[in-house]
């Protein structure tokens, strides 16, 4: 993943409304109608989140006849625990540099 994916995955996690969604979805799968009544917001704010979830590539959709079924992309949130673990992982003497 390039730079501006991660940008756009922890800008779609940068809202605690959509971190919510996410934890939601790490336990099932779900129909907006459920997502939307743990909720008090209306069905074009949760759209909102909903696209940037999806746009971003965390959750993903599917029409399911009137309804849209959400599903954690669990491919992208390994992609960011492994980007942090990297992160972490930078040689300590890297940090400390006194070059600056």
């Known amino acids: 993943m390039e730079n501006a994916d991660f940008a756009l995955l922890f800008k779609a996690m940068s809202d605690e409304t959509r971190l919510r969604i996410i934890n939601m979805l790490s336990k099932e799968n779900l129909c907006a109608c459920h997502i939307l009544e743990a909720f008090n917001i209306t069905q074009p704010t949760l759209s909102y989140h909903m696209k940037i979830l ?3 590539g965390i959750v993903t959709s599917q029409k399911d006849g009137n309804w849209t079924r959400y599903y954690l992309n669990k491919d992208s949130i390994e992609k ?3 980007l942090t673990l990297d992160l ?3 040689d300590p003497s890297i940090r400390e540099s006194d070059a600056c």
């Open 54 to 56: 999806v746009d971003s």
């Open 80 to 82: 960011v625990q492994k």
């Open 88 to 90: 972490l992982s930078v």
